[in-house]
């Protein structure tokens, strides 16, 4: 009788890692897929600092300095979201493998 107990007891703790391992997985999908669009918003934003600063550039009311600072605002809003995408992805492989899809 208490083998049998221990034996359902352990079915239990194996449940719960496991539902919390699938609760932890699905936070981790949720939190990376609004960085993701986050880091979207950011390229975006940086792409069009860059077209102004240019263009101000072109019209000579901006130094090369601040086409620079734009350039390099741009390209660290591109490392981001890349950064974001495979985080995305990795976390949708950790939510596939916590709910036994892979």
Known sequence: MAEAEAV???REDARTLVQLD???????????????????TALASANEYL?????RYRNGLANQTEVLA???????SQRNLY???YDH??????LKRATGEL
Request: glycine share 0%; no cysteine; aromatic share 0%.
């Open 83 to 85: 950064t974001a995408r």
């Open 70 to 76: 734009a350039e390099t605002r741009r390209a660290d």
């Open 22 to 40: 699938v609760q932890r997985a699905v936070s981790l999908e949720v939190d990376a897929a609004e960085r993701l669009q986050v880091a979207q």
């Open 89 to 94: 992805a990795l976390a949708v492989v950790r």
């Open 51 to 55: 077209t102004i600063q240019r263009d």
């Open 8 to 10: 359902k007891e352990q």
